[in-house]
């Protein structure tokens, strides 16, 4: 089983709509959580981090419950710009620090 | 943030070949990550490199087809060595500056012909 698994995808939504991407990690031990954005042909860019008292930063909002073992990003009124893949990203812990990577959801919004 | 200078972006190599890929930060770094992104794919971390100290690898990964090099805190290489096509990837390092999340050079676009 992989440590962090995401929904498959693709999505394809309308301009303006509600969407919501889901991920799990395995690895209890994981200390911290990002989701990155990266798009096509482009490296990786750090989109927010992931608390588990939530975290907004405009349309977007981060969920992390640890109960649960489970990530999610919520985009509010999606614009035509925000179509890329979402990697959701673990940090496991002690003196490493390595990422540990999902596969990537990909997003396109649609005019 | 860190500023990653990644170089080539991109090449176009025969079977059998080397190439080294090279990563400058304009800030000291502590650790430095190498990873390697399939078509289609996620990224997978191939080594973590310490200044003064041999690269630690990933399961499937091996120091031979992978020499890394990292001479100072701002520096370093990878070698993907005696490549085959199967080595066709993006190669991308990362680093994570005190403070900061963590950031990725702009990737080497690697096609093994």
């Known amino acids: 089983r992989k440590e962090v698994e995401q929904d498959p995808g693709p999505f394809n939504v309308p301009e303006g709509a509600t969407v919501a991407f889901n991920c799990t990690y395995s690895?209890?031990?994981?200390?911290?959580f990002f989701w990155y954005r990266q798009d096509c042909r482009k490296e990786p860019k750090l989109l927010m981090s992931?608390?588990?008292s939530g975290n907004e930063d405009g349309r977007f909002t981060a969920q992390l419950n640890r109960a649960s073992q489970y990530i999610s990003l919520l985009i509010r009124d999606s614009k035509l710009s925000d179509s890329a893949t979402y990697l959701c990203?673990?940090?496991?812990?002690?003196?490493?620090?390595?990422?540990?990577f999902g596969s990537g959801t990909q997003l396109t919004v649609l005019p | 943030s860190a500023v990653i200078s990644q170089k080539p972006s991109r090449d176009i190599c025969q079977r059998g070949t080397s190439l080294t890929i090279q990563c400058q930060v304009d800030?000291?770094?502590?650790?430095m990550f190498w990873y390697r992104q399939q078509p289609g794919q996620s990224l997978t971390l191939i080594a973590t490199?310490?200044?003064?100290?041999?690269?630690?690898?990933e399961s499937g990964f091996v120091i031979d087809k992978f020499p890394i090099s990292r001479p100072n805190l701002t520096f370093s290489t990878l070698t993907v060595s005696n490549m085959s096509p199967e080595d066709s990837s993006i190669y991308l390092c990362?680093?994570?500056?005190?403070?900061?999340?963590?950031?990725f050079g702009s990737g080497t676009r690697l096609t093994v012909v």
């Open positions: 990362s680093v994570q500056p005190v403070g900061y999340g963590y950031t």
């Open positions: 690895n209890s031990a994981s200390q911290s």
């Open positions: 992931v608390y588990s």
């Open positions: 990203v673990g940090i496991s812990s002690g003196s490493a620090r390595q990422l540990t």
């Open positions: 800030s000291q770094v502590t650790m």
């Open positions: 490199a310490n200044q003064g100290s041999e690269a630690t690898y």
